[in-house]
């Protein structure tokens, strides 16, 4: 990949130049030079795929780590010795909150460039390449627009305008949907791109040039946005776009999967890991455990994702001490208790000695125990939050770069989720088919992604009540609901949509109420239901962010979106 980008600096280099004057080219034109028709745009688009899913460090670090995968329940900060506070991200934060609007609102800029080269009358048109840039468009305004609310779209990639209006999400998906109507159409029964440089192969860092497969992704897109759609105000379109999708070919295979391999080469702050964060600060102070809602979920229903996701507890001897004075001592009794109902709730054998204001436990060593952190924890219980009580990510997630170790895929679209969203449909009422079926099919292909023995797959589908729909449609959903939650492991910005929008998992969708362990923060204990814009939008745009916000409503995290009603 390294030698990729290379090329795409070179090519966005000469594309430029190529757009310049003509006379100069014809008094300056080397002979050892490129020529316009040996730039394709097949390096552009390898570019826009690392910004969308592996941006530099530093909006990685403050909008998937501090923001998405927290708010998505599946990481957690908060425990003695880290630098972050459980309330961080939910005490608003404009540094934090900035650092995530800037990205998001800045990708369209190069999105952008890239449809007009490709467009009709672009220096470097290709129908084909315009059809893939609509799809990462589809994919980017789904993210944008489920993290924020209203933001510019129709208006956005108008080069003359400059302050543009902030849409609707009604209109957004409305528009997202017919864009990827068209890529679809325009692909047909295309199989690739073009020939010679037009040929896209290891430059997509999704299907390796597969137009078919990036066809099936724009059909799930579709399928996704319109079941989410389904309902709110306005979405007259949402049916006849979820009769459409299920009529098309879907990801639902294990080829399907578009997982962008990480590189291990490119610099942080040109292509970011977890593992950037993880190690690259030193200590303990940077790092983060699995939240407990997941591992619960995984722990309980005897599924053999928990070894992959998370490692066992390390354990040891651990001092409770209380505190001399403040909120800390008068609480201690209940935060220990606390601490310690956790770890009974996930069957780790420890002996405790001492009493009263000073105790130790230690925990045994003959078994692995797995034991998620609670989201959310407030300061106050932070000293009896002993990080070896809790699991740290799976090794894969958060290795290192240039180590020679491998690193676990940035998560675009899944074929677990194909099937998950055909069975939803069905118990919906908007398709026919065997739910059960395509449910099982999900969590098969759900842990494939995850490399689990075929074995371990048969044997959970075979014997847990978890991989069975029998109970009502409500039920039936939130098991639906919980297993795309799951597969959305480190891609916390659909997990955290997932929960927004169909209210579960239901421990993270009712938010926290007992502020003597949690941390109310600024949404008054309640669940984030989106982001605050960034104040570089009010500082530039601020007419247009005033006018949105009187529709959708106050800039504030607790603000429901337009499919959340």
Not at 244 to 260: H, I, S, Y
């Amino acid at each position: 990949m390294k030698r990729i980008l290379k090329t795409i600096s070179t090519s966005l280099l000469l594309v430029f130049l190529l757009a310049g004057c003509s006379d100069f080219e014809e008094i300056n034109t080397r002979p050892d030079a490129f020529g316009s028709d040996e730039v394709s745009a097949k390096y552009f688009l390898t570019g826009i795929q690392i910004e969308l899913y592996a941006p530099n460090r530093f909006p990685y670090w403050r909008a998937q780590l501090i923001h998405a995968d927290r708010y998505a329940g599946q990481f957690t900060f908060g425990f003695n010795g880290c630098w972050w506070s459980g309330s961080l991200g939910y005490n608003y934060s404009a540094g934090y909150t900035d650092a995530t609007y800037n990205w998001m609102a800045g990708y369209v800029s190069n999105l952008s460039v890239y449809q007009n080269f490709v467009g009709e009358g672009g220096d470097l048109e290709n129908q084909n390449f315009y059809a893939l840039g609509l799809i990462m468009k589809g994919l980017y305004y789904q993210m944008y627009t489920d993290t924020f609310g209203m933001v510019p779209y129709s208006e956005a990639l108008d080069p003359d305008i400059i302050t543009p209006k902030l849409d609707s999400q009604s209109e957004i998906y409305r528009g997202v949907i017919a864009d990827l109507d068209q890529a679809m159409s325009i692909i047909g029964d295309q199989t690739e791109t073009g020939s010679g440089i037009e040929f896209l192969a290891e430059n997509d860092l999704f299907f390796n040039g597969d137009m078919q497969q990036w066809k099936k992704m724009a059909n799930t897109l579709k399928l996704r946005m319109a079941l989410r759609a389904q309902g709110a105000p306005g979405a007259d379109f949402a049916e006849t776009a979820i009769s459409e999708a299920l009529q098309a070919p879907l990801l639902t295979t294990e080829m399907d999967n578009a997982l962008m391999e990480k590189d291990t080469e490119i610099d942080q702050f040109g292509n970011a890991a977890y593992g950037d964060i993880w190690h690259n600060f030193g200590g303990i102070g940077s790092k983060w455990n699995v939240g407990k809602t997941l591992i619960d979920y995984l722990r309980d229903n005897n599924d053999p994702r928990l070894s992959r996701y998370a490692k066992p507890i390390k354990g040891g001897e651990f001092t409770f001490t209380k505190p001399a004075e403040g909120a800390g001592a008068s609480l201690f009794d209940k935060h220990v208790e606390f601490i310690l109902d956790e770890l009974d709730n996930a069957g780790v054998d420890y002996t405790k000695t001492g009493s009263g204001d000073e105790f130790t436990i230690t925990v045994a060593d003959d078994e692995d125990y797995y034991v998620g952190q609670p989201s959310r924890l407030n300061p106050e219980i932070y000293p009896h939050v002993k990080n070896d009580l809790f699991s740290e990510p799976a090794d894969w997630i958060i290795n290192p770069k240039n180590q020679g170790q491998e690193i676990f895929p940035e998560v675009v679209f899944t074929a677990a989720e194909g099937n998950f969203l055909q069975a939803e449909a069905i118990i919906k009422g908007f398709g026919t088919g065997d739910a059960q079926a395509l449910y099982q099919e999900g969590i098969r292909q759900a842990m494939k992604v995850w490399r689990v023995d075929e074995s371990e797959i048969e044997a959970f589908i075979a014997n847990e009540e978890m991989a069975l729909l029998n109970g009502t449609d409500e039920e039936n959903l939130e098991k639906i609901a919980i297993q795309r939650w799951i597969v959305s492991y480190t891609d916390g910005f659909e997990a955290w949509a997932i929960v927004r929008d169909t209210g579960y998992p239901a421990q993270l969708a009712n938010g926290v109420s007992d502020y003597d362990i949690y941390s109310a923060g600024t949404l008054n204990g309640e669940y984030p239901q989106r982001m605050r814009y960034g104040n570089q939008e009010y500082n530039t745009n601020g007419a247009n962010v005033e006018a949105a916000i009187q529709e959708q409503g106050p800039d504030e995290q607790g603000t429901e979106l337009w499919w959340a009603d």
